[in-house]
């Protein structure tokens, strides 16, 4: 995991002063010097995922490496952020005012990020469709000799493919039928047709009325930065966590497929006036750009490798419609390439959504433990008062 | 004349004329033009032969006509009902087809076969797609009887499909594996199954639900999602899984490998989707004691899921891992509603207003009942305190008291039954501290046994936590009973005992009267008081009220008929003499059985 070493010596170095500190309150000079400390490592780590070198394409922006990157940069800030907030304090610590507000909304924002995490895993589920059916098109473009039959195999995936990249965004809810239009029930039924029933199979398991625009726009509700003498130390830090959550929830959803994305917001509130967002608000407008000229088209989100296949995937549709046996030399090899390519796309997504399923999955698990962790010590400071459900 | 399917002369076999031709493929074959078997020799005999030189494809050419005629056929007969009893020609010849092509494949590509494998190659997927869009057909049942067109031949259970149709689909994926489409036929497969899945957990009222929305839930609505989804848990662990792993195994009957695999796949996709509903219960904080049978019962749900058998393919790590997980926090979840056993236990202070009568105390006869009841989960609930303690690093100190006598031999506690220990050792703590409130001594030791007998009464009632606590437990309870029992006897009665002893009655060797009469009246003012203040008092164990009586009886009987036969006789007269003996030894026996009857008027003779 990335930058594992800087986080355990992080935290090696919270509970060092931790002990050093007599008084139990916490000294106010404290809080700070976390804080900015804090604020320091995020800011190393988001402009380290930020600078991909070039000659690893791969591991380019909203690829599923970076994306994986950035979720690894998540947990550690996510850790950071909690060892912070309770190594060393008790319940009352943590429940004065402006607290006792901000900690329940966090909170709040937690379980949300938990829906969102569900609904990805649920996307991968499609990207990995869509990787099965590039395999069959690599496959039979790769076969010598090259001829017709091969070429309407590929075709065929193809245009399933490149359907099931776009029926997500125009059909958001679950248990929707299928039209069985695919059936051969006329002579010299068209054999080429696209198979829409199949990917309908894979249908959504969040709740039918959920949508992915509205949970990001009901996390970003209240995340201001707090003013004045609460400007500092705690509070402070529960603001960049919630911007950090807000975040990564929100490239997530903008990377992989999910229900009903429709109107998904480009603004985040993120400071600008602070010079460690740079990095945040640079990614944001780039994804937010790119988010903006592909919505209208439909598609099935920015994810590098999917943007990727469904390009190499339009263009070798138009290979296939006009392949007649033999074929013409230079299309031939121009299509050859473009079959390489695809192939090491779908090579990329075979070793890396695995990994990014069990990620997402450890996201999930770690938003929950430390949730509960949190009502604990807040626990222990309210227990008579806490209603028994 | 025509043929019959395999060459045979029929003379009752009517000859199909050129224009039935289009509709009975599976009797193409014996058309005249095609000479079937004429044509499988030839092209057999053409594969033995192929080398590298001259080929004459003409063979080849024939066949590939003959299937495309036949594929054309096909492809006009109606959906789901396309194969037929005479399909395996059919299937037979895809299969040749697509040997001819590996063949020729080898081929070098200045041989002249390059422009018939281009035929032969767009002949197989042609035949592919048909095959394929068969399998769909044929998979895809249509569970919402509504739709009207019932089409298939279907059986009444779940996957519902009829033997008939299992065994055309087990052909279809043969032969599409055998040629080079198994990705496509995989992913049919998975795709269909994933669909009539889903459809079936709706049937079952299978919901999915937020871990947002959960989070609001008032405990009412989300018991109901609970009871509902144990249900759809037991359908899944005790049909489902089984039924679709046949299912797999029937129609992949040649490939146990495939079969595996996508079992396997459409194992973990069907628990995803069961296990978000446990996953959403993100668990508020304090749920109340009774909560807890809820959660053990969504345990051993989790526990049945994670024990069946799904295979060892990749996938199958993702679904134990999560399982495993989930299970785990149900778990936590668990142990941490019955610490709120102890937390209100101790927290019972009831108002420092003690119990009237000195009865059985409410949290006395919930804490017995609830332990009684947990112990029906007992084997679950060791499971569960066993994790925790694995997993907060927890060791049992291997210390005396934790060890259990069992059967006379003495085993280390289970952390569960450990617990238990805690629990009842809170409780008698907390009766102790009740018992403190009664000024009466005597009240507190009937307070003492009747909440003593009630807890050892429900151990015997439950041979579970009678075990879990050990004999010498209960041993050391007994005798507690019995020293209360003792010291109430003394509190109570020994004033009233020293009342009718014969010593002191006598004064210079002579029976004083106006000692004897002094006596009396005490005894009468004594027993009076102890009957009035102790006709309250309860004792709702019908053993335990008579063995009390019994023994007060038993002493004070004897003491008095002794003290009244020896010395009524010193009285001047009857009358004088009925003026203080009150009562016959009868009476006191009657008067006796009064006690503890929690009697709000007391009933004292007048006399």
């Known amino acids: ?389 | 004349m025509g043929k019959s399917q395999n060459g045979e002369n029929l003379g009752t076999e009517t000859v199909s004329d050129g224009g039935d031709e289009q509709n009975n493929p599976d009797e193409l074959s014996s058309e005249p033009g095609f000479k079937f078997d004429q044509i499988l020799k030839d092209v057999d005999q053409f594969i033995e032969t192929l080398d590298s030189g001259e080929n004459n494809f003409t063979c080849i050419d024939q066949f590939l006509e003959m299937v495309d005629s036949e594929i054309a056929a096909y492809e006009l007969r109606k959906a789901s009902a396309k194969f037929g009893l005479n399909m395996e020609e059919f299937f037979e010849a895809v299969k040749l087809l697509w040997t001819i092509i590996r063949r020729l494949e080898e081929l070098p590509s200045d041989s002249g076969a390059t422009s018939c494998l281009n035929r032969a190659g767009s002949e197989h997927h042609r035949a592919m797609l048909l095959l394929e869009n068969e399998f769909r057909t044929l998979l895809d049942i249509n569970t919402d009887r509504n739709e009207g067109e019932t089409k298939l031949k279907t059986v009444e259970e779940f996957p519902y499909f009829s033997p008939e149709s299992v065994s055309i689909m087990n052909r279809i994926g043969s032969t599409m594996i055998f040629a080079g489409y198994e990705a496509e036929c995989c992913i049919a497969y998975s795709g269909l199954r994933l669909k009539a899945l889903d459809a079936e957990l709706s049937k079952l009222s299978f919901e999915n639900i937020n871990v947002d929305d959960a989070e609001r839930m008032s405990w009412e609505s989300l018991e109901v999602e609970i009871g509902n989804w144990l249900h759809i848990m037991k359908h899944c662990t005790n049909n489902l899984f089984s039924e679709e792993r046949t299912l797999c195994n029937s129609v992949f009957s040649e490939h146990p490998s495939i079969a595996q695999r996508l079992f396997c796949e459409l194992s973990t996709s069907l628990t995803m989707r069961l296990l978000n509903f446990p996953n959403a219960l993100v668990l508020p904080r304090q749920y109340s004691t009774e909560k807890l049978f809820k959660f053990l019962d969504i345990y051993e749900a989790l526990r049945d899921l994670n024990n069946m058998e799904i295979g060892n393919y990749l996938s199958a790590k993702e679904f134990m891992s999560d399982t495993f997980t989930v299970q785990c926090r149900i778990g936590e979840t668990a142990v941490s509603i019955f610490s709120q056993l102890e937390n209100s236990i101790e927290s019972d202070n009831a108002g420092r207003i003690p119990v009237a009568g000195g009865a059985v105390h409410p949290l006395t006869r919930y804490t017995m009942n609830y332990l009684k009841y947990a112990c029906e989960y007992k084997d679950t609930l060791e499971q569960v305190f066993q994790k925790h303690n694995e997993m907060e690093g927890l060791t049992v100190q291997k210390v005396q008291e934790n060890y259990i006598e069992k059967d006379d031999r003495f085993l280390p506690a289970s952390p569960f039954a450990l617990k238990l220990v805690e629990v009842m050792d809170l409780l008698d703590a907390n009766i102790e501290m009740k018992s403190k409130l009664y000024r009466s001594p005597s009240l507190r030791y009937i307070f003492l046994m009747n909440n003593g007998r009630y807890i050892l009464q429900k151990l015997k009632e439950s041979t579970d936590i009678y075990d879990m606590l050990g004999h010498s437990w209960s041993r050391k309870r007994t005798s507690e009973l019995r020293q209360y029992h003792k010291l109430y006897q003394r509190d109570t009665w020994s004033n009233v005992l020293q009342t009718i002893s014969h010593e002191g009655v006598q004064v210079n060797g002579k029976v004083s009267k106006p000692i004897l009469k002094e006596r009396f009246k005490n005894f009468n003012a004594l027993f009076e008081e102890i009957l009035k203040t102790q006709s309250t008092w309860v004792v709702s164990d019908g053993q335990l009220k008579s063995e009390l009586r019994v023994s007060i009886s038993s002493v004070m009987i004897p003491a008095y008929r002794s003290f009244v036969g020896r010395f009524q006789s010193y009285f001047d007269n009857s009358k004088q003499a009925g003026k203080y003996i009150k009562y016959q030894p009868e009476d006191i026996e009657e008067l006796i059985e009064q006690l503890f009857e929690g009697n709000t008027t007391s009933m004292i003779r007048r006399s």
């Open chain 1, 1 to 389: 995991m990335t930058g594992t070493d800087t986080q355990s010596s992080f935290l090696g170095r919270i509970s060092i002063r931790r002990n050093q500190v007599n008084a139990m309150d916490g000294s106010h000079e404290q809080e700070i010097e976390d804080l900015d400390l804090f604020q320091k490592q995020v800011s190393d780590r988001f402009a380290e995922i930020l600078s991909a070198p070039d000659d690893t394409p791969f591991d380019a922006f909203l690829s599923i490496s970076w994306i994986r990157k950035l979720l690894d940069v998540f947990l550690g800030c996510e850790a950071e952020c909690k060892a912070i907030l309770l190594m060393g304090r008790d319940a009352a610590q943590i429940s004065k005012p402006p607290l006792d507000r901000l900690i329940p909304e966090l909170l709040d924002r937690v379980v949300k990020a938990l829906d969102i995490c569900n609904a990805i895993a649920n996307g991968l589920e499609l990207v990995r469709h869509c990787q099965k059916l590039a395999e069959i098109a690599v496959l039979a473009l790769e076969q010598k000799p090259f001829g017709e039959g091969q070429s309407k195999r590929a075709k065929k995936a193809l245009v399933s493919l490149i359907s099931a990249m776009h029926l997500d965004d125009k059909e958001g809810s679950a248990h929707k039928t299928t039209d069985r239009n695919w059936s051969f029930g006329r002579r010299g039924g068209n054999k080429d047709r696209p198979l829409f029933g199949h990917y309908k199979s894979l249908s959504w398991q969040v709740a039918r009325n959920w949508s992915a625009s509205k949970q990001i726009h009901a996390m970003t509700m209240n995340v201001v930065p707090p003013r004045g003498p609460e400007a500092s130390g705690l509070p402070s830090l529960i603001f960049i966590m919630n911007l950090i959550m807000v975040f990564v929830m929100w490239v997530l959803i903008a990377a992989i497929p999910c229900q009903e994305r429709n109107g998904l917001t480009t603004h985040l509130p993120i400071p600008k006036n602070v010079n460690w967002t740079h990095t945040l608000t640079g990614l944001l407008e780039k994804i937010g750009d790119e988010w903006k000229k592909k919505e209208k088209k439909g598609m099935a989100g920015l994810l590098f490798e999917m943007q990727k296949m469904e390009k190499l995937g339009q263009s070798l549709i138009d290979f296939t419609d006009s392949f007649q046996y033999p074929g013409e030399k230079d299309k031939v090899e121009e299509a050859a390439k473009q079959v390489a390519e695809l192939a090491e796309v779908c090579q990329r997504m075979e070793e890396g959504l695995g990994p990014l399923q069990m990620l997402i999955r450890e996201v999930f698990h770690r938003l929950v433990r430390s949730r509960t962790e949190i009502l604990d010590v807040l626990d222990q400071g309210a227990k008579s008062s806490a209603p028994l459900v």
